[in-house]
């Protein structure tokens, strides 16, 4: 049973590269999350999809873009990686409308931008 | 602006004692209350989670306490074990509400000595 997985699960960036984060879920759920982690920060949203075909951004969206691909993938991508994106990437899924709205997350991306 | 605000940042317990860590929020459409454990190099996972017509909720060592009307919760962890040590994310949502997301607390760094 995997859950949500994400890849890559390390990367190392240099200033301006672009990259993208993958994202994939076997739960049948409907939305799905991107937060960041940051130290003393807690967790963020950047942009979440609540349903196939639908994005919208979170609370730190700057610099990021997402593509809901279809119902099991959800996609980040950096266009220009700053150093200041360097942080823990999590993606994260659940069944909207189910009791508790449970939000199940991956193991997380560690991004380092040099 | 942060909507939900957690106490303390860290917390050290020794072995057999008792863990405290509290929320506050400010919505009063939030609805549902869970909190998230974290444990190094994973991601965050549902622990437990309450709803507002009840003032607590036990799972095995794990207690929640609601407080409608001060707007706070609070996670009690008892008999505290060195395998608790992780970090511990409050979290809030207005489940009937149409954007589907959590507001997160900052997170509290349990650590539980032998």
């Known amino acids: 049973n995997a859950g949500v997985t994400q890849t890559p699960k390390f990367q190392v960036l240099k200033t301006g590269q672009s990259m993208t984060l993958q994202c994939a879920q076997d739960m049948n759920h409907n939305s799905m999350y991107w937060y960041r982690q940051d130290p003393g920060m807690g967790l963020r949203l950047i942009y979440y999809s609540a349903s196939e075909g639908t994005t919208d951004k979170g609370e730190v969206p700057n610099g990021y873009n997402v593509s809901r691909l279809n119902k099991r993938e959800f996609s980040l991508r950096l266009e220009s990686a700053a150093p200041s994106q360097t942080s823990v990437y999590f993606c994260a899924s659940s069944l909207v409308g189910s009791s508790g709205n449970t939000i199940y997350f991956g193991e997380g991306s560690w991004l380092t931008v040099v | 602006q942060q909507q939900v605000k957690q106490s303390p ?106």
């Not at chain 2, 609805?31 to 017509?53: E, H, M, S, T, V």
Request: charged share 15%; net charge positive; hydrophobic share 35%.
């Open chain 2, 9 to 114: 940042q860290s917390l050290i317990v020794q072995k057999g004692g008792i863990s405290i860590i509290n929320c506050a929020y400010e919505n009063t459409a939030f609805d549902y209350f869970p909190w998230y454990q974290q444990f190094p190099g994973k991601g965050p996972a549902l622990l437990i989670a309450i709803r507002p017509d009840v003032s607590e909720k036990k799972e095995g060592r794990f207690t929640i306490s609601f407080n409608k009307s001060a707007k706070q919760f609070s996670l009690h962890i008892m008999d505290s074990q060195p395998g608790d040590s992780a970090t511990y994310f409050c979290a809030a949502i207005n489940s009937g509400g149409s954007n589907y997301k959590l507001t997160f607390g900052k997170g509290t760094l349990l650590t539980v000595n032998p």
